[in-house]
């Protein structure tokens, strides 16, 4: 993968009732946009939802498919090989 060094990914520590501590790696829906805004150094900030499964529809056809959303720059922040 090219730039994998350049690459982070924000996990979260949640602390819990008892003083247990469990680190996530979800967090709040705006970090990403405001992380990328508010540090000149990070060029790029993506966020990627759970699995989702959605139904498709046109006219009387249909079908379901599984997959995740994404911001757009994380097409620009990953290297893919085509077939």
Do not use: C
Request: hydrophobic share 35%; glycine share 8%.
């Amino acid at each position: 993968m090219v730039n994998k060094d350049r690459l982070y990914k924000v996990m979260e520590n949640q602390t819990y009732s008892g003083g247990q501590i469990y680190t996530f790696s979800s967090t709040p829906g705006p970090m990403a946009p405001v992380l990328k805004d508010e540090f000149p150094e990070i060029e790029l900030s993506t966020r990627i939802t759970w699995g989702d499964r959605r139904l498709f529809q046109f006219g009387e056809n249909g079908f379901y498919e599984e997959g995740r959303f994404v911001d757009q720059d994380f097409i620009l922040m990953h290297t893919f090989l085509w077939q």
